[in-house]
């Protein structure tokens, strides 16, 4: 959207889409991007409020390249990742690769989570920014450390406290994995993100971890993947946009009876 057309009402409303789909695909247990969401609330507000003319859908462009990349990626790399490590470890014995692995994704699952924090946590830094510049409390876009601190314990207690339903999506209805698949799949999707987050490519870390996922899982065996899960992810994934912008556009045409 247009700098110059952004309001405070603009902004609730796309923040109003965007968490309303977010509950909405957390009920469901289907993991959806947020980021996503965010970019189509601020599509379906910035319409309702200011006009078509104050999008900028020529921006539209890394974010679709983000949604058909990261979970491609994913899933290619987390595959090949596996792969090797079967090929390596193809002489030890189980027990003893799954103990190995078991240590390692401590190191794999802290690597995905600080790229998780790169990616998500500067876009509720930025939204809170862009709140505290438009409403006049800070003169230059620089994100006070108080807001970096916010964004943090937000996103901490978020993913510990409401996660679950997503995490029993993902860590059993998908597939089963063994520890060298999980360490194969936190790898590969932390990777894609800090690629696409140096690129300046707007990813979701849900399509980046969902694919890679479903790579490691098959390469036991393409059925060990329940793909009627992944279908519906994936048509999560393709509403995400529409219909949190769908949501913001209403709630921005109420805000505007108000004020």
């Known amino acids: 959207i247009n700098p110059d057309f952004v309001t405070i009402h603009i902004i609730i409303g796309a923040l109003s889409g965007a968490i309303a789909w977010n509950l909405i695909t957390w009920l469901w247990g ?5 980021s996503h969401a965010l970019v189509g609330g601020i599509i379906g507000a910035g319409i309702a409020g200011a006009g078509t003319h104050a999008i900028i ?26 792969t090797l490590i079967i090929r390596v470890f193809a002489n030890k014995k189980p027990r003893k690769v799954n103990s190995v692995f078991g240590k390692l994704q401590l190191v794999s699952s802290t690597y995905f989570s600080l790229t998780h924090g790169a990616n998500d946590g500067q876009k509720t830094m930025g939204i809170i920014a862009l709140i505290l510049l438009t409403e006049g409390v800070i003169t ?39 520890p060298y698949q999980g360490f ?16 300046g490519i707007p990813a979701s870390t849900t399509h980046a971890i969902s694919g890679a996922i479903m790579g490691a899982g098959a390469v036991r065996r393409i059925s060990a993947v329940r793909w009627g899960i992944g279908k519906r992810i994936v048509w999560a994934w ?22």
């Open 30 to 34: 289907l993991p959806s991007s947020s």
């Open 57 to 82: 859908f020529g921006g539209l462009e890394k974010v679709v390249t983000g949604i058909i990349v990261s979970p491609i990626v994913g899933l290619i790399g987390a595959f090949l990742l596996a």
């Open 140 to 178: 230059t876009f620089d994100v006070p450390f108080y807001v970096i601190l916010m964004a943090a314990l937000a996103i901490s207690l978020g993913t510990f406290f409401g996660g679950w339903r997503i995490v029993k999506t993902m860590a059993v209805k998908i597939t089963q994995l063994k």
């Open 184 to 199: 194969a799949a936190e790898t590969s999707g932390a990777t894609i993100l800090a690629v696409l987050a140096h690129a």
């Open 238 to 259: 393709i509403i995400t946009i529409p219909a949190s912008a769908g949501v913001s556009y209403l709630a921005m045409l109420l805000i505007k009876l108000f004020v």
